[in-house]
């Protein structure tokens, strides 16, 4: 037996959570080169696991839970192993691709953000999208651009715009769990239980200018990664068109969600245009 069996587990701890708890980004990365795949996988387990003590282990100190797997994290990187499988794949990944500490904390603070805080003002909604979803693009965006920080600095707006549009959808798709299982609400100055058609058209336009400058940057992003973003990116706009058709009380009532088979087409067609390099 030899230390690259364990380092190949914990890679395949960190893609089954990516396919159990995520089948839109799952399919994403399976349209990634081969060789960034895994280091993707191992970002989206770690954040996974994180968000995951502070939406959903109520009966346990997520405080004390996430302060440890802060720790646990900082050690991971330092001694570049852990007998954590999903801190040991991420760890490699921040050592091999250079991923800034101050990413990694921002992220970590955020999801901190959640313990303390139900409702939001503007500097910290926006200190909240930047840390748990911005800085996760500018991850993978070391992934993308190893070793050319050039191109990574060109490219950062645009991936911070698309982390920035995926996870105020989300906020959207998840508004009543979050309301009724969390009491959180993320928008600045939205009374959930006075959601508005003004409120929403409000939220909505936000999110498009995000998606149009995201956009701009997936269409130069380098081969091994455009086509797998780009079907993010379409599936993502076809749920936001989704819950952009419905009401504000349907928003609050139902998880607007796009069921597998439309993934499917979505996917067939993104690839069919980027056959014909229409992307």
């Known amino acids: ?3 690259s069996l364990f380092t190949q587990t914990c890679h395949s701890c960190s893609e089954l959570i990516t396919k159990n708890y995520s089948t839109s980004f799952s399919l ?17 387990g770690f954040v996974r696991f994180a968000d995951e003590i502070v939406d ?9 839970l996430l302060n440890n797997f802060r720790i646990q ?11 954590n499988p999903v801190l040991h794949a991420f760890q490699e990944v921040v050592n091999e691709y250079n991923i800034s500490m101050d990413l990694i904390d921002a992220f970590l603070d955020s ?17 909240y999208i930047y840390g748990s979803a911005e800085v996760v693009g ?17 490219q950062k707006t645009f991936a911070s715009a698309l982390g ?10 998840d508004m009543k769990s979050d309301f009724d299982e969390r009491g959180r609400v993320y928008f600045p100055g939205v009374d959930y239980q006075n959601f508005t058609a003004a409120d929403k058209e409000s939220i909505e336009n936000d999110i498009e200018n995000d998606f149009d400058m995201a956009l701009k940057g997936i269409l130069n992003l380098p081969t091994s990664a455009r086509f797998g973003v780009y079907v993010a990116y379409v599936y993502y706009r076809k749920l936001f068109n989704k819950i952009k ?3 504000p009380i349907a928003v609050k009532k139902e998880r607007i969600r796009v069921n597998d088979t439309h993934k499917a087409y979505l996917l067939l067609s993104s690839a069919v245009k980027n056959q014909l390099n229409l992307i």
Do not use: W
């Open 28 to 44: 994403g990365i399976l349209m990634f080169a081969k060789q960034v795949r895994q280091p993707i996988y191992s970002i989206y």
């Open 56 to 64: 959903t282990f109520h009966d346990y100190n997520k405080e004390y």
């Open 73 to 83: 994290t900082y050690e991971a990187i330092e001694n570049k192993i852990s007998l």
């Open 1 to 3: 037996m030899s230390f």
């Open 138 to 154: 500018l991850m993978c965006l070391k992934v993308f651009y190893k070793d050319n920080e050039e191109k990574y600095e060109e």
């Open 164 to 173: 920035a549009a995926f996870q105020k959808v989300n906020f959207l798709r």
């Open 245 to 247: 058709s419905v009401t």
């Open 111 to 127: 999801m901190a953000m959640d313990l303390d805080y139900n409702n939001y003002h503007d500097a910290l909604y926006h200190q």
